[in-house]
C-alpha cells in the first residue's frame, strides 16, 4: 500500500469520525438505503399530511371559475389572502411581463404571489444545477415541513447536491451540504443520515452497492427530474398551480381599452376618433384638457372590488354578469396614428360607439363562452377552438356553424406552456397526386366539411369541384352571366367587346352549401351545392364596378352575408339570401384587394386593404373605418388570422417586388414579428395560408415556404417535385393535412403528410355526402336565420337575380323539406348498389387488447369513457369502483395517446387510494344504477352508483365532496357545455335537477317523465337539453327557461317487448342538430328540436338486444354492441351497415361464461378507435389493422338490392339481416 494512499484513507476516516462525533451518534450500519423506493420508506415513519377540507364550493369557484366573486381565499401553504378577482390580475401581469420579455420579474411574480408554478422553468434550473434558485423559487410554493410530498422533493435535492459535490472531489463542499442542508433530515431518520455520512468515506462513491449504476452529471439530474416532477404534481400545495389560464393574447391591454371605451361612452357629447395621450388619468372628450381630466369615473375607481356602476352602464365583459354590449373593435387598434406606419398602443383606442343600453342590460342565455372564460381554462375565445380561419373569404365569425364543428382542436400558447405538439413532419409535403385543370390556376377553396373537396377557379373563368378521394372532376362552369339583359350598361358594353374573365376569388360558405365566386367583371355569383353535381345558381350580383377582387362569408346579427371589395375602392355586404346590399363601406383611396371578416368578443368587424397598402376596419354599422394604418412596405396585403381566431397574419408584395409576411399585435396596431425567407420577384404576389394554429406557409420562389408561428426564420420548404410557377396558389384544407399547390403546366398539386394520405385512402371510391350539407341546411331553416332563398320582390341593390330553382329550405307551405328530398335521393342511390359488409371474426383481422387488470375484482363495467385529452379510459364497474388506464408517451407511442398496438397502466396514486363511489343504503351496489360525468380538462370526475354523488380529483383519486344523497338516487349526470358550474342531474324518480355548483343549489327541477332518466345531451347551437327516460320518451327543454318545449315517444318495432328498465340513451351528432337515439330494440337519428324521426335501423334477432351505441368523434360512424357479444358499425348518415365485427375477433373463446359488453366509448379524436366494457370486468380496446385505416368496404357490383334504413317510421330489416 502506498504512503499516499494510506494518508488519504487516514484523512478521510478522521474526517468522517468528526462529522459523526458533531452530528450524530456513532454508527457502523453498513446497508446504504439511497434508492428512491427506500428512500421514500425510510424518510417518514408517518405520513404528516394536511387534510384540507375542500367543498364543492371551492373546487368549482376557487380551481375552475375564479370569476365574479368578491369572497376572499386563501392561498394554500402560503397564509395570504386575496380577492379573487386580484388572483386573476396577477394572472395577467404575468401574461403581460411575459409578453414583454420581462423575464426575470415574471419568475420573481410567480414565487412572490404562489399563484402558478412555472415547471418549464424550474426544469431549466434543475438541469442547469442552478440549485440556490431551485430552493428560492420553490420556498414561494412549499417549505420543507410542510407535508411528505415537500419532504421527499428538499431532500432529493439536497441529496443530489451532495451527490455532485463527492463526485467533483469536492469536500469541502460535501461536507457544507452535508452540514446545513442534509442534517435536518436527520431528526426523521437518524439512520439514514449516518449511511449518507458514510459516503464521505469512499473514494468513489460509486463503490457503494446502491450508487455503482450512477452515471454523470446530466442523466442524474434528469433522473432525479423526473422524481421531482411526480412529487410536485401530487403535492396538494401544487393543487392548480401548475396550468396557467388560457388567455387571449394581450388580455390585459384588451381590458385596458374596454375601460377607455366605458369612459368614452360616459362623455357627453363623445368625439368619433378621441385622442387618448395617458393612462393615469381618466379620458374626456372635453377640450379644456389633454386628455379630458375629470374626477374618476365610478366604472373605473376599483378594479378589483366592488365597485357602483352609473344607471344604465352595468358591467361589460367576461367578469360581468351581464351580456356584452357591443363595441368597437376589442382588438385596441389605435386611432389617429402619429404619422407613422405601426404606431405604439400610447395613442389609445380606436372609435367609438354610442353604447345599446338595451342589449347591455339584456339577460343572456345559458352562460355563454364569454361570460366563462376560466372555467376548466379553456380559452376566452372558446367559440375559436373548432374553427378554421381562411385568409381568403372564409369569414372566422361564421365557423361556429354546424357545417364547420370538428372532433380536433389546438390549443393556443399559454404562458409557461408550449403551444403546440406539432413538428414540421406534420406538415404536408409529400406529393399524392397531379390534377389537370386546363387552365392557370388562380384560387382555390377545400369544403369546410367534406375535406377531400376542392374548389378551383381560373384564369379563363372557369370554376371545377375535385373529389380528391376519386381524382374526378364533379363540376365544371364556364363564366357565363345569367341574365344580361339587367346588367349596367357599362357592363353590357364590355361583355359585347369582350367575353373573357378570370376568377378572381372563390369561396365556400362555412357550412359548405353555398359557395361564391368573385369575378374579373364586376359580378359575384353565387351557387348552392347538393353534392356530386348537382350545382345550381342561387344568386347573381353586379357588386363593384371593374374587378371584384375578394370576396367572403360573415354572420353578422345571425344573418348570413357575403362581404365583396373591388376596384370601385369600396366594400359591401350582402344578404347571402335575397342578395340584397346591406352596408356600403367608403374610404380606401385605391382599389380594394382584400376583406377579412372576423368575429371576437361578441363584435363582428371587416378588415380590408388596398393596393397602396392602406388597412381599415369597420364594423356593420355606417360611421366608418375604425382603423387606419399602412401595411409593411405599403404592399397590397392579404390578411388571415391562425386556426383558433386569436393571431393575425399578413403577407404582401409591394411594387419594389418586396413581400412581407408579419404577425400583427393586435392591441397595439403594430407588427409583432416579421418572418424572414421571402424573396424578391419582378412581378406577381405572393400568397399564404395558415394551419393547425402553429404553421405558415407561402408560395415563393417556385417552392412553398413553411414558418412556425413562433418563430421568424424559415422552417422548411418543399418544391412539391417541382414544376411550380414563381409564385403558386396554395391552399391548406381544414385539418391542416393536405395541401393544393398550382403548378406552371395549368394544373394542381395535392400535397399530404400521413393523415392526409390515411384520409384519402379511406376516401377512395366514397362519393360526396350531400346529406351531411343538407343537415346543417336545414338546422338554419329551423333557426329562421335564412328565409327560402329564391324569396321574390326583394330589392338587391343594382343587380340581382334569383333564377328558378328547388329550395333549400322549404317555408310552412311546402310539404317536403331538403332533408326528406336528399335522405330519398340517398336511398334511390344506395338501392342501385349492392353493399359489401366487411365480416371480422378473426384476431388477425384487426387490433384489439385487453387491458392490464391486476385486481381481483370481476364486476361488470357500468360505464366508461376516454379522457378528453385521449390517453386514458376511465371506467366504472358495478361495485362502485372507479379504474384508470393511462398510456404513456414513448418509442412504440410517440403521441402518448390511447391505442391498442400498446399496452397502458392501470394507474393508481401513490397512497394507492381508490375512486369509490358512495352507496348508501343499497342491498345490493350491483343493482343501483351507475353514472358519471368527466370534467372539460379531465382534472375531475363526478359520479353516483345509487348512493351519493362524489367529486373525485383523477390526479389524487381523492373524493372531494359528496353531495345529494338519495333518495332520488342520481342516474344520469352531463355538464352544461358552456358552463362547469351548471350540471343536469337525471334522477330515478324521473326528474330533472339543473343544479350549480358555485351556489350549491338546485337550480329549477324537469318534469315530463314517468320512469328513471336514463340519457341527457345538450346542444349549444339549439340551446337545449333533451332527455330520455326508462319510459322511452324523449323530451326537449329550453336552457333559457327550462322549460319544455316538445316530447315523443319512441316507437318500439313490432315483436318486441321492452323491458322494463330498458335504457334509451341520447347524443347529439356533431352539428349539434341531429340526434342519435339508442334503444334495446333500434338506432334511430331524430332531428332536434322538433324530434321528427329521419331514420331508424333495427337489429337481427341472431344478435340479441342492442346494449349501448356511440358516435364515432368525427360523427361519421356509428359504434353497436350487442348482447352475443358483435359489434356492428354504422354509416351514421344512411344507418346502413358497413362492417360487423363477431365476439371471437377480441374475445377468447370459452364456450362455459357468456361475456359481452355492456358499454362502448369513441376515442375523441382517433375516429376508428373505440373501447367496450364487458360483463366480466374486462376493457378492451379495438381498431382496425394500420393496413386498413377504416371500417368496412365500398359499394360494390352496381344494380343490386343492397341494405337500406327506412325513415319515419318503419325499422329497417330484410336484406341487411340476412347479410349479418
Known sequence: MSFPFLLSRIFHYYLYRLVVLLFAPISLSLSLKLSTFSLYKSLLKEERENSISETLRSVFEISH?????????????????????????VFLILQFLDEEKFKESVHRLEHESGFFFNMRYFEELVTNGEWDDVEKYLSGFTKVDDNRYSMKIFFEIQKQKYLEALDKKDRSKAVEILVKDLKVFSAFNEELFKEITQLLTLENFRDNEQLSKYGDTKSARGIMLGELKKLIEANPLFREKLTFPSLKNSR???????SLNWQHQLCKNPKPNPDIKTLFIDHSCGQSQPNGARAPSPVTTSLMGGVPKPAGFPPLGAHGPFQAAPAPLPTGWMGNPAGMAHPSASTGPIGFSPINTSAMLKRPRTPPPTNNPAVDYQTADSEHVFKRTRAFGMSDEVNHMPGNILP??????????????????????????????????????????QQILLLVGTISGEIMIWDLGSREKLVQKDFKVWDLGVCSMPLQASLTNDNTTSVNCVTWSPDGTLFGVAYSRHIVQIYSYHGGDDLRNHLEIEAHGGNVNDLAFSYPNKQLCIVTCGDDRLIKVWDAVTGAKQYTFEGHEAPVYCVCPHFKENIQFIFSTATDGNIKAWLYDNIGSRVDYDAPGHSPTTMAYSTDGTRLFSCGTNKEGESFLVEWNESEGAVKRTYNGLGKRAMGFVQFDTTKNRFLAAGDESVVKFWDMDGVNLLTTTDAEGGLPASPCIRFNKEGILLAVSTNENGIKILANQDGVRLLRTMENRSFDASRVASASVMK????????????????????????????????????????????????????????????????????????????????????IYTNSGVAVLALAANAVHKLWKWQRNDRNSTGKATASVLPQLWQPVSGILMTNDVGDTTNPEEAVACFALSKNDSYVMSASGGKISLFNMMTFKTMTTFMPPPPAATFLVFHPQDNNIIAIGMDDSSIQIYNVRVDEVKTKLKGHHKRITGLAFSNLLNVLVSSGADSQLCVWSTDAWEKQTSKQLQIPGGRVPAAHGDTRVQFHQDQTHLLVVHESQIAIFEAPKLECLKQWGPREASGAITHATYSCDSQSIYVTFEDGSIDILTASTLRLRCRISSTAYLPTNPNSRVYPLV????????????VGLTDGGVCIIEPLESEGKWGGSPAVEGGVGPSATTGGGVANTTDQTQR
Not at 390585459?252 to 374596454?258: E, H, K, P
Not at 400558447?413 to 390556376?441: C, E, F, I
Not at 362502448?1160 to 373501447?1171: D, G
Open 252 to 258: 390585459l391591454r384588451t381590458l385596458i381599452n374596454q
Open 781 to 864: 331553416g329551423q333557426t329562421s336565420t335564412m328565409p327560402a332563398f329564391g324569396a321574390p320582390n326583394t330589392p338587391a341593390g343594382p343587380m340581382e337575380r334569383v333564377p328558378p330553382m328547388p329550395s333549400m329550405v322549404m317555408m310552412s307551405g311546402e310539404s317536403r323539406n331538403l332533408a326528406d328530398r336528399q335522405r330519398i335521393g340517398d336511398e334511390a342511390m344506395e338501392k342501385s348498389r349492392m353493399w359489401k359488409v366487411t365480416e371480422i371474426s378473426e384476431p388477425s383481422q384487426c387490433r384489439s387488447s385487453r387491458l392490464p387488470d391486476d385486481t381481483s375484482s370481476a364486476m361488470r363495467v357500468t360505464r366508461l
Open 1160 to 1171: 362502448i366509448a369513441a376515442h375523441p379524436s382517433e375516429p376508428n378507435q373505440f373501447a
Open 408 to 449: 380536433i382542436g389546438y390549443s393556443g400558447q399559454n404562458h409557461g406552456q408550449t403551444s403546440s405538439s406539432y413538428s414540421s413532419d406534420d406538415l404536408p409535403k409529400a406529393v399524392v397526386m397531379n390534377l389537370n385543370q386546363g387552365s392557370m390556376v388562380l384560387c382555390m377553396d377545400f369544403h369546410p366539411m
Open 65 to 89: 371559475h375564479p370569476i365574479q366573486r368578491k369572497e376572499c381565499l386563501t392561498c394554500w401553504g402560503k397564509g395570504k389572502v386575496m380577492s379573487s378577482l386580484s388572483r386573476e390580475l
